[in-house]
């Protein structure tokens, strides 16, 4: 018998899209655009992209305090880290 189970990132994908879905709801209800973008990588050339690909990004979220830092120095956008339990 084969039992696959799904992977962590790919769980921490979908809880991340069903929060987000909730999140776009209210934005919408105030006219405020959003868009959900989970990318991984250096964290200035991944932001450079992502703000190449999507041109006005308000805001960036990270995972980690120490990603926080190197976003705030790397790139020109508030960076807010996520803190963990």
Same mark, same amino acid.
């Given at each position: 018998?084969?039992?696959i #189970?799904?992977?962590?990132?790919?769980?921490?994908?979908?809880?991340?899209?069903?929060?987000?879905?909730?999140?776009?709801?209210?934005?919408?209800?105030?006219? /405020?655009?959003?868009?959900?973008?989970?990318?991984s990588?250096?964290?200035g050339?991944?932001?450079?992209? /992502?703000?190449?690909?999507?041109?006005?990004?308000?805001?960036?979220?990270?995972?980690?305090?120490?990603?926080?830092?190197?976003?705030?120095?790397?790139?020109?956008l508030?960076?807010?880290?996520? #803190?963990?339990?």
């Amino acid at each position: 018998m084969l039992t696959i #189970k799904p992977c962590w990132p790919f769980l921490l994908l979908r809880r991340a899209a069903a929060s987000f879905a909730a999140l776009k709801q209210k934005a919408a209800a105030r006219n /405020i655009p959003a868009t959900h973008v989970v990318k991984s990588g250096d964290v200035g050339r991944t932001v450079a992209g /992502i703000n190449r690909e999507y041109r006005r990004v308000e805001l960036m979220i990270t995972d980690s305090p120490a990603r926080e830092k190197e976003g705030a120095v790397r790139v020109n956008l508030p960076v807010f880290g996520l #803190k963990s339990h």
